[in-house]
């Protein structure tokens, strides 16, 4: 299937901001992760080390490129190079900001395959941009909406648990470093709650929750 995930997005992680930001919203929506976690398009670590770590949750990663993959694989964790290569199914199957990079000639196969790595009763959960920034990076094929990903989920026999629209740490921490006062935010126990969420209302990311039955 036609996937444009050969990018690696580096050590994310090692930003602190990022990675309290990222945290937050993990924690957020940790009922809808089950015990074991497939992160698709993983990238780097961080997602999994949240689950993991923090909550208890056990992971592993599809990831295309060769030198994330081996980040993932020095983590501790099991990695496939391929949704094909997968060999089992988990309780949750995770990706961020990775059904942007699929074709729309792809999707039905790519969605389906996703369907299939769920145990009965699992979850998809999936984070989305939606917002017009989208367009700026060229490896991006097309927005997939509440109403697309809602169309996948009735076509692949998944109920829909949740649909709610997020802001996203990056654009709006840009203002906030401009400012001068970026880690003073996300370091203060008071200040950042309040922040992540005013973030959310700028709806750039759809974060969709579907459940396969049992």
Known sequence: MEMNLSYYRGRSAEDPCYARYEAHRIQTFIRYFGEEILDVGAGDPIHLDLLSHDHGRRGAAMEVNPVARKALEEAGYMTYPSLEAVDRQFDTVFFA??????SPGSIYDFFARITALIKPGGT?????????????????????DRAAIRALFRDNGLKEELAVYQGSQHVAARVLRTLGIRERVFRSDVLFPAYFRLSNYSRRDLIMVGRKPQ
């Open 97 to 102: 900001h990775v059904i942007e990079h699929v």
């Open 124 to 144: 998809c959960f999936i984070i989305s941009p939606v917002s017009k920034w989208f367009w700026d990076t060229p490896d991006h094929y097309r927005i997939y």
